[in-house]
């Protein structure tokens, strides 16, 4: 069973930053990729920013320039740095991963940025 601990979500002004943090149950290159999405209230889940097991990053469009994705091998840990956060970025961060098989997601970590 792979377990994916979410940490680092908190309150912050518009134009703050977070850092947040995944550790995986297993090694990060048994995935595919591992990533994060959110969820604001109201809409569907989208994706924020991926990485592979080559390092290979991805982001949606709205966040390039100011969030980074990066990765801990060493402690199977995936990060997202979020700088210069937007009120209308509040919603609730899951961390995923994906391999041949499914996908896993971790409970979520509430990211709230007040106006």
């Known amino acids: 069973q792979v377990q994916l601990r979410e940490s680092g979500g908190g309150l912050v002004q518009a134009g703050g930053s977070l850092r947040l943090s995944c550790a995986a149950s297993r090694s990060i290159f048994t995935f595919n990729a591992m990533g994060w999405y959110r969820q604001a209230p109201g809409k569907q889940r989208e994706l924020v920013a991926d990485i592979t097991p080559d390092g290979t990053t991805n982001y949606a469009d709205s966040v390039k320039g100011r969030f980074t994705i990066s990765r801990d091998i060493a402690k199977n840990t995936v990060y997202l740095q979020m700088n210069s956060l937007k009120a209308e970025e509040t919603a609730f961060y899951y961390c995923?991963?994906?391999?041949?098989?499914?996908?896993?997601w971790g409970q979520g970590t509430q990211v709230t940025v007040s106006s």
């Open positions: 995923n991963a994906r391999d041949v098989f499914r996908e896993y």
